[in-house]
């Protein structure tokens, strides 16, 4: 028990450390079992989603149970290799992500008003 203090004691973290992992790079037949072996050395994990879309195959989530875990996993695994393909081990960040989210729905949006009021992007 006296471990685990001094390990999380006053320690300071980077505002970008969190309990969820964002990883890319992964083969892209990976089982959850095996993500589990090599993720859950670093401490308990709450849930992995692994990515089966066109869009999403490679990638994965994992959460785990305590923030310090997450970092041991990231300062780890950045970089491993498995299955011949090196590991890309990131904090999960919202704002980063949605970002791509919201640029499609802009656009989107402007196509729509530029239509409907008529207005051409074309130079004449």
């Known amino acids: 028990?006296?471990?685990?203090?001094?390990?999380?004691?006053?320690t300071r973290l980077p505002p970008e450390v969190?309990?969820?992992?964002?990883v890319?790079?992964?083969p892209f037949?990976?089982?959850?079992?095996?993500?589990?072996?090599?993720f859950g050395k670093y401490g308990a994990i709450r849930q992995i989603r692994i990515g089966t879309n066109?869009?999403?195959r490679?990638?994965?989530?994992?959460?785990?149970?305590d923030i310090y875990d997450a970092k041991t996993a990231?300062?780890?695994l950045s970089g491993f290799n498995v299955a011949n393909r090196y590991l890309i081990v990131l904090y999960y960040q919202q704002a980063k992500m949605s970002k791509k989210f919201d640029q499609k729905k802009k656009e989107e949006e402007l196509q729509k008003l530029q239509e409907k009021y008529g207005v051409s992007t074309k130079d004449k």
């Open 1 to 10: 028990m006296a471990a685990i203090s001094l390990r999380k004691g006053n």
């Open 29 to 38: 037949n990976i089982t959850s079992e095996e993500m589990y072996d090599i």
């Open 18 to 22: 969190n309990r969820v992992l964002y």
């Open 74 to 76: 990231v300062d780890h």
């Open 58 to 65: 490679g990638t994965a989530f994992i959460v785990y149970e």
């Open 54 to 56: 066109k869009d999403t």
């Open 24 to 26: 890319r790079n992964l």
